[in-house]
């Protein structure tokens, strides 16, 4: 749909058959970063998906090259708010993905935001390092 226009990379350091991820974690990351971050700019973009273990904890990056975000949307965000400017239009997707995390493992887990104007926007989800028999206890 967007041909040359959005590239990504993708880079797991972690053996992904043991890694287990929430269900749709991934896809409001990436439509957020294609929709509000790349197309706005209007010239082409790339989105970096990076995996790895950090401390016993998996790091899971949502990075792109786009337009950012702004210091009163991330302040709302770490708020716990919805960083939408438009509050008669939700846009949840981040929203969701954020308190997901923190209802299904607590404390010591969850999202950041970093994000320069201009620059780009770098989502960091820490996520516990959870291996494929562990799902069936």
Not at 73 to 87: D, H, S
Not at 107 to 128: A, C, D, N, R, Y
Request: glycine letters at 10%; proline letters at 3%; aromatic letters at 6%.
């Amino acid at each position: 749909r967007f041909g040359e226009r959005i590239r990504y990379e993708l880079n797991c350091k972690v053996e992904q058959e043991l890694v287990m991820v929430p269900a749709f974690t991934f896809q409001p990351l990436v439509e957020n970063a294609i929709l509000h971050g790349i197309l706005p700019t209007e010239a082409s973009g790339k989105i970096w998906i990076i995996i790895q273990k950090q401390g016993g904890k998996l790091c899971v990056m949502v990075k792109d090259e786009g337009i950012g975000v702004s210091k009163e949307q991330l302040k709302r965000f770490k708020q716990g708010e919805t960083m939408a400017e438009n509050k008669t239009r939700k846009h949840i997707g981040v929203e969701n993905v954020r308190d997901r995390i923190r209802y299904l493992y607590g404390e010591g887990f969850g999202m950041e935001i970093q994000s320069t104007q201009g620059k780009g926007t770098t989502v960091i989800l820490t996520l516990p390092v959870k291996r494929a028999e562990e799902k069936e206890r």
